[in-house]
């Protein structure tokens, strides 16, 4: 069965930073594009960012572009999102996703975990 587990959530200032790990099991996790999905408080579900399989590409939503930095560790089954310069209006529930297509969502998702960044 597919886990696909967040962490690094957390409350931050304006400004600061933080860094989500995503550690995928159950899925052979070389095989997958990957991706990052927030839903803040009374709206939908949106993209952040994905990556291909191999890591070579990557493609970010205009809001986090220049701030936020996707990657992935395929030896280690885990998928990352440094988040810098964080504004207030980033704070949502943040979401792993496996299978992320041209900003679509995969098939499978975490939990996720809570960012919450104050002003």
């Known amino acids: 069965q597919v886990q696909l587990v967040e962490s690094g959530g957390g409350l931050v200032q304006a400004g600061g930073s933080l860094r989500l790990s995503c550690e995928a099991s159950?899925?052979?996790?070389?095989?997958?594009?990957m991706g990052w999905f927030r839903r803040a408080p009374g709206k939908e579900r949106e993209f952040v960012a994905a990556?291909?399989?191999?890591?070579?590409?990557?493609y970010y939503a205009s809001s986090v572009k220049g701030r936020f930095t996707i990657s992935r560790d395929n030896a280690k089954n885990t998928m990352y999102l440094q988040m810098n310069t964080l504004k207030p209006e980033d704070t949502a529930v943040y979401y792993c996703?496996?299978?992320?297509?041209?900003?679509?969502?995969?098939?499978?998702w975490g939990q996720g975990t809570q960012v919450t960044v104050s002003s």
């Open positions: 159950g899925l052979t996790f070389s095989n997958y594009a």
């Open positions: 996703n496996a299978g992320t297509a041209n900003a679509r969502a995969g098939p499978y």
């Open positions: 990556i291909s399989w191999g890591g070579g590409i990557t």
